[in-house]
């Protein structure tokens, strides 16, 4: 059994300012985890992915996630927020045994200029 | 780049009817999925399919669902008897392994309205 909790449904920042987007996950296997951004109207696009390799890691639009395997943790960061980062972002947990992908509810990220 | 396209964007249909949801996968990959986004909820996976037959499939995909790869390039989604609560966006996405390394490439979706 697998499952994602994307513990803030909105968050909302400055532009300029760091973002932080928090995702706690549960596994029975060792999980490749991602995280997928929807601007409005698209269609879904990866920021960036953990498959047991680096624990930090780097995605692009300057995003990056630390997987945290003691806290269950891969959360999404930035240092400093653009305009164009207002977003849906979603952390995708997926069983690499079974093939199987669980999406958190989403976290949508505002940016106020 | 290679991407997933899908077709059509944009399907308004009458409830009781059928739909088919088109995908054209990208060409080297293995593994097709279907998800579901109903208008602001979460995205729901619906079936993964791989070798010609599904692998796993969600409590959505009831029997009015179903998969085909017909002819090698293209990966259908069919509604038998559309609902008024299937309205949603339909996501088609592939890849070219399990997820042990690769990804999930998604096309943009095709938004399915039942009236």
């Known amino acids: 059994a697998q499952s994602v909790t994307q513990l803030d449904s909105h968050v909302s920042v400055s532009e300029g300012t760091p973002v932080l987007l928090r995702c706690n996950y549960s596994?029975?296997?060792?999980?490749?985890l991602f995280w997928y951004v929807q601007h409005p109207n698209k269609g879904l696009q990866l920021l960036l992915k953990?498959?047991?390799?680096?624990?930090l890691v780097k995605g692009i639009n300057g995003f990056e996630a630390e997987f945290k395997k003691s806290e269950t943790s891969f959360h999404l960061t930035k240092p400093s927020a653009h305009m164009s980062d207002a977003a849906e972002y979603f952390c995708?947990?997926?069983?690499?045994?079974?093939?199987?992908?669980?999406f958190g509810d989403g976290t949508t990220l505002t940016v106020k200029p | 780049e290679p991407e997933v396209t899908q077709t059509p964007s944009h399907q308004v249909t009458q409830m009781g009817q059928e739909v088919i949801l088109r995908c054209v996968p990208i060409?080297?990959?293995?593994?097709f999925y279907w998800y579901r986004q109903i208008l602001g909820q979460k995205v729901e996976f619906l079936v993964s399919?791989?070798?010609?037959?599904?692998?796993?499939k969600s409590e959505i995909f009831d029997d009015q669902f179903s998969v085909e790869r017909p002819d090698g390039s293209n990966f259908t989604l069919k509604i038998r008897s559309t609902k008024l609560e299937d309205s949603a966006m339909y996501f088609c996405?592939?890849?070219?392994?399990?997820?042990?390394?690769?990804?999930?490439?998604f096309g943009e979706g095709s938004r399915l309205t039942v009236l």
């Open positions: 996405a592939s890849s070219w392994d399990r997820g042990n390394t690769g990804e999930l490439f």
């Open positions: 953990y498959t047991s390799a680096a624990t």
């Open positions: 995708v947990v997926i069983n690499t045994n079974a093939g199987k992908s669980t």
């Open positions: 060409s080297n990959h293995l593994y």
């Open positions: 399919f791989y070798n010609n037959e599904i692998s796993e």
């Open positions: 596994s029975s296997y060792s999980p490749s």
